[in-house]
């Protein structure tokens, strides 16, 4: 019930504005009568479901008040102040109306987002090995990490944590591998929990996107880490470091989640002597750990401080409104981590690393900019209809290419996502958008250097369906425009994309531990 009162509430603080603007019609009138009678019956179920009465009533007076001053409008009862509006006044009933309707809205905001978590963190270690048959090792190990790990969790953040260990299939290969590539059974596990946090255990050797061996990377946009533990079983040469059973192995490893999770949780790196887990270097692992450190003073009491947030909200079997609505509160709870990968991943360059795409949308504009047909059009139209068509085609570039490649997370059908998930899904969609502006200023410049150096100045005056021999630079500006926005959409259709590629280079992963 709460999206469709979500809407609903929008609607009437929509109309409030329009009654002060330019008033209401009487269509619209009789609309806000009904959406007013809407919000009076589910007070009313809300009131008889509630346990507590008197306290819910307490809670809610503001609701109340909301819904009996329409009461008084209903009825007429201040017509009295009829002068006060021939001047143009906001008599008492518009400004508690005012009132009313923006605190019902934040009410209904509030409500979309789903009720808040229990202060408990549910996490899980996915095990892949490079061979089946080096799963129970890592099983044990990841069991071992959950043991160390759990009570300076719990310390540092005031909170519960659980943790799960799960087998996932082999890798097959010890070839170096991004995180980006154990993204989609990390995504999926996470919604198949839910999970507030997973983290990717593996002995495959782990590279950043800028092809840097790295031990853990840890994505805070989607709440994953991964981890190699490689380079503790092996030397350089692959021959055996040291035991299984050795504690340096497990204390390490636990060292490295302590550090991933503490960048998922907020913390940054420091180099204050204080922090043994933020201020640990891992260029390489430290060697023999007596004991695994805690939390510094200053990291639990921002952890403590933010124990509230950890949790992760979760909508389960939404709607496609409800999908849309959660995803957007999420990022704007999370705007911060929402921008670190737009700002870091370059979106408006990455057409440039996907030939596939920039082929398809280049070749058909370098066709038609020496069409005549095309410049007939071009001129045409006005500046407002070719900048309409731009925007559009971008719109639906980005949307295209997200859907198709099946991009959002978790890629694989699933009926749960939780809150930084969501976060992750409204980074990769607008990295996109970006990337298709990105592509529209490519060709776009590439047309106006083809126009004003290369297009012969005199060949429009022999094209008999032109009647403009005169062209001037905003009419090659706006042909450009117009050619690019035809490149943008062939080059979304026809692309052929590799979505691991994509991923990859959204910076979903910091590059650095």
Not at 44 to 56: D, G, S, T
Not at 179 to 188: C, K, N, V
Not at 223 to 235: D, G, H, P
Not at 469 to 492: E, H, Y
């Amino acid at each position: 019930m709460e999206v469709p009162m979500f809407i609903l509430s929008m609607v009437w603080l929509y109309l409030f504005i329009v009654e002060l603007v330019t008033g209401l019609s009487p269509f619209q009138e009789t609309f806000i009568i009904i959406i007013w009678i809407l919000f009076i019956v589910e007070f009313a179920l809300k009131l008889l479901l509630a346990p507590r009465k008197v306290r819910f009533i307490k809670q809610n007076w503001i609701t109340i008040i909301a819904l009996v001053i329409p009461a008084f409008r209903a009825l007429r009862i201040f017509n009295a102040f009829r002068v006060l509006r021939s001047v143009r006044v906001i008599n008492s009933t518009k400004v508690i109306r005012a009132f009313t309707s923006g605190s019902r809205f934040l009410a209904n905001l509030k409500e979309a987002q789903g009720p808040q978590p229990d202060l408990k963190m549910h996490a899980c270690i996915i095990v892949m090995p490079v061979q089946a048959a080096g799963g129970q090792k890592l099983v044990n190990l990841a069991n071992d990490i959950t043991a160390i790990v759990k009570p300076i969790l719990e310390e540092g953040t005031g909170i519960s944590w659980d943790f799960d260990v799960s087998a996932a299939a082999a890798t097959g290969s010890d070839t170096a591998r991004t995180p980006s590539e154990f993204l989609d059974t990390a995504s999926f596990k996470m919604a198949e929990g839910p999970y507030d946090m997973v983290t990717v255990l593996t002995d495959t050797p782990l590279i950043s996107r800028k092809n840097r061996a790295e031990p853990g990377l840890a994505s805070p946009v989607a709440r994953i880490t991964v981890m190699s533990v490689r380079s503790l079983y092996t030397t350089s040469r692959k021959q055996a470091a040291m035991s299984d059973k050795s504690y340096t192995i497990t204390s390490n490893a636990a060292l490295l989640y302590l550090h991933l999770a503490g960048h998922l949780l907020g913390l940054k790196d420091t180099t204050t002597a204080q922090s043994k887990i933020m201020g640990a270097s891992f260029k390489g692992f430290t060697g023999h750990i007596d004991k695994v450190p805690s939390f510094s003073t200053k990291e639990k009491a921002f952890l403590q401080k933010n124990a509230q947030r950890i949790p992760d909200r979760e909508l389960h079997g939404g709607n496609a409104v409800e999908w849309l609505i959660f995803h957007i509160l999420m990022t704007f709870r999370h705007l911060r981590t929402f921008f670190s990968p737009l700002l870091s991943n370059k979106s408006l360059l990455l057409p440039l690393s996907l030939p596939g795409l920039a082929t398809a949308a280049i070749a058909p504009a370098l066709l038609l900019v020496f069409t005549a047909e095309i410049w007939d059009v071009g001129l045409g139209m006005t500046n407002g209809t070719a900048a309409f068509f731009a925007a559009v085609s971008i719109m639906f570039a980005s949307f295209y290419l997200v859907r198709v490649q099946s991009l959002f997370l978790p890629r694989r059908e699933k009926s749960t996502i939780t809150e930084h998930m969501a976060v992750a899904n409204s980074t990769i969609y607008f990295s996109i958008f970006l990337a298709c502006i990105g592509l529209f200023l490519l060709l776009g410049g590439l047309m106006m250097v083809i126009e004003l150096y290369i297009f012969p100045p005199g060949l429009m005056q022999t094209w008999p369906t032109l009647d403009r021999p005169d062209i001037t630079l905003a009419d090659k500006i706006r042909l450009a425009t117009f050619i690019s926005t035809v490149g943008v959409t062939t080059g979304a259709l026809a692309g052929g994309l590799e979505s691991r590629t994509i991923i990859q280079h959204l910076a979903l992963f910091k590059s650095r531990v």
